[in-house]
């Protein structure tokens, strides 16, 4: 991978910015119910300033507002992201920037982008994933710090005020959501990688050719992101492995003796899909720089190069817009 992009870089920092508001939160936490705890809920020190710890619950909603407006907008730099059709490369340099920070709510993250089949607004926390049980406890935490308790002489103390008590339930729920949103979108950025991947390992069958043979008579509409990652796909397995020319007609492929078996790989091209394919990947690399296809791929020869330059350089293939979803929640599994 060349150097980070601006997309990437700003990314990584409202990543990081998003974190940093969870760790402050969660340091606080922790401080408010030692000092409920062993100060009898006297005040507490933030940034200089003299905090009593019965008006930290401020303290906490502005955080929250502030994870809840870091969020909202990582999680769209995260999908406008996407739609640059970033390289597998580039796209897991971003998750492993963010996941091998030292903030634990970060720190060593498992892909949370596979949601639950019969609920698919709900995504897997893993077990064995650190910043998941962080997570937890942080929230835990919180409920306990924001009602109206502190341990006195006489043992457990309380001034009756119920409203915190709503709060200290809401706070939690609005973190977890808030959070949920940019730590899926970023899983979604490492499961490009994996599915990358498993491509890699794939046969290119001749309805992937037809497809991206016939791209550029799309090109006037926005189209779904999954049609420009399949024929990118495609372009770099092609890009990877030459295949021999032959003006002989392609028989139709054999259809496979059960729907579950892969269709049979295409195993030559003929000159006149070679030079449909070159157009389309020339479009394809002007449009998304960031999925690095090659330069000079085997099947692109001058002759396409001129005729690209000639009627299709100023042209770019666009990404359809899609309703963003708000409603996502991890879950453990």
Known sequence: MTDPSPAQRRIVSGARNAARILALGGLLAVAVVLTRLLAGGQSLQVASVSVPVDRMWLVFTALT???????????AHIKDYRNRMPSPERAGWVFDEITTEGNVFVHGMISRAVSRRRLSFVHRMSRHDPSAWVARGASILLVIAVPPWWWGRSGLQWNGNGGLVTLALVLPLVNWWAGSKWLISLSRLEALRNTAERSARDSVAEWHIRDLAGLPTRLFRPLPSTVFERSISTSRWLAERPLPISDTPAQPPVAPSRPTDPLPPVESLTDSQRADIAITYLVL???????????????VTDAERSQYQSHWA???????????????IELSN
């Open 65 to 75: 507002v502030a994870h809840a407006f870091t969020a909202r907008f990582l999680a």
């Open 285 to 299: 690399r002007a449009s998304f720089p960031e999925a690095d296809l090659p330069a000079d791929p085997w099947f």
């Open 314 to 328: 100023q042209d770019r293939f666009q990404v359809a817009s899609d309703r963003r979803h708000w409603t996502e």
